[in-house]
């Protein structure tokens, strides 16, 4: 799968019961088409795993709880939740200026290019994962941020997206996440015995991502099947899943 390593756009989220969930994706079929990446993929979808970091008061939480305006987290993003498959893994930091979103990305050395030990890809530290970037803005960020605000790993995060892509407009996306659970480690491959819960049971998230404009169509559909744009963030739901707020 080719990612972008860097960009910035908008995004609206919209939380989904299933029944409008299949609606709406009956609705707009003329207008969007499957991301060639999952058309051939059981179900049209692939899977998505993120190790998020925050501090022991979860101050990344409060931030976007709190609706700041100005802010940034990191993560570890990979897409298998087999420790033996070769499969990509990038460090990640995704924040906000105003309603612009951003996400910088940069691989971890050595993924999807041969396997690497299991027990490595299990126990993975910090210090590993630092010593595994290559030489950069993102890392030094990283390292700057891990020190001042003493960040850690807190909560693995994973659930299943299908994209979708306009047919007439490449920069409007849509994708619905959905089978969203959260696991209390500090691992990007936990053993059996961390503890995994789910995260909005029956409920799917949709992700509009757009550079420029939303689409007449897409405004004629939230009109009429009255969704309501929400601020979500899926990290913050599984803290909350685990009770690690009050």
Same mark, same amino acid.
């Given at each position: 799968?080719?990612?972008?390593?860097?960009?910035?756009?908008?995004?609206?989220?919209?939380?989904?019961? &299933? !029944?409008?969930? %299949? =609606?709406?994706?009956?609705?707009? @079929?003329?207008?969007? /088409? $499957? +991301?060639?990446?999952?058309?051939?993929?059981?179900?049209?979808?692939?899977?998505?795993?993120?190790?998020?970091?925050?501090?022991?008061?979860?101050?990344?939480?409060?931030?976007?709880?709190?609706?700041?305006?100005?802010?940034?987290?990191?993560?570890?993003?990979?897409?298998?939740?087999?420790?033996?498959?070769?499969?990509?893994?990038?460090?990640?930091?995704?924040?906000?200026?105003?309603?612009?979103?951003?996400?910088?990305?940069?691989?971890?050395?050595?993924?999807?290019?041969?396997?690497?030990?299991?027990?490595?890809?299990?126990?993975?530290?910090?210090?590993?994962? &630092? !010593?595994?970037? %290559? =030489?950069?803005?993102?890392?030094? @960020?990283?390292?700057? /941020? $891990? +020190?001042?605000?003493?960040?850690?790993?807190?909560?693995?995060?994973?659930?299943?997206?299908?994209?979708?892509?306009?047919?007439?407009?490449?920069?409007?996306?849509?994708?619905?996440?959905?089978?969203?659970?959260?696991?209390?480690?500090?691992?990007?491959?936990?053993?059996?015995?961390?503890?995994?819960?789910?995260?909005?049971?029956?409920?799917?998230?949709?992700?509009?991502?757009?550079?420029?404009?939303?689409?007449?169509?897409?405004?004629?559909?939230?009109?009429?099947?009255?969704?309501?744009?929400?601020?979500?963030?899926?990290?913050?739901?599984?803290?909350?899943?685990?009770?690690?707020?009050?």
């Amino acid at each position: 799968m080719k990612t972008k390593l860097h960009f910035s756009r908008f995004e609206f989220k919209y939380v989904l019961p &299933l !029944a409008l969930r %299949e =609606e709406l994706e009956t609705q707009f @079929q003329y207008f969007v /088409e $499957l +991301d060639p990446y999952v058309a051939q993929k059981p179900g049209a979808k692939y899977f998505v795993r993120s190790l998020y970091y925050d501090n022991a008061a979860l101050d990344n939480y409060w931030e976007k709880e709190d609706g700041q305006k100005h802010r940034a987290k990191f993560r570890v993003r990979t897409y298998t939740s087999d420790v033996d498959e070769v499969c990509p893994r990038f460090l990640e930091i995704k924040g906000r200026h105003n309603n612009l979103v951003f996400k910088h990305r940069t691989k971890v050395d050595g993924t999807g290019q041969s396997p690497a030990p299991g027990s490595l890809l299990r126990h993975q530290t910090t210090g590993e994962i &630092l !010593a595994g970037l %290559e =030489e950069g803005p993102i890392k030094e @960020q990283f390292k700057f /941020e $891990l +020190d001042r605000k003493r960040l850690g790993p807190v909560m693995l995060v994973d659930y299943w997206r299908r994209p979708y892509i306009s047919k007439f407009d490449p920069e409007f996306r849509m994708t619905f996440d959905d089978t969203l659970r959260g696991t209390d480690c500090g691992e990007l491959f936990p053993s059996a015995l961390c503890r995994t819960r789910e995260a909005l049971p029956g409920y799917t998230i949709l992700e509009v991502k757009f550079r420029f404009h939303v689409p007449k169509w897409f405004h004629r559909l939230i009109q009429t099947m009255e969704l309501q744009r929400v601020s979500i963030s899926k990290y913050c739901r599984c803290v909350e899943a685990h009770g690690l707020v009050d």
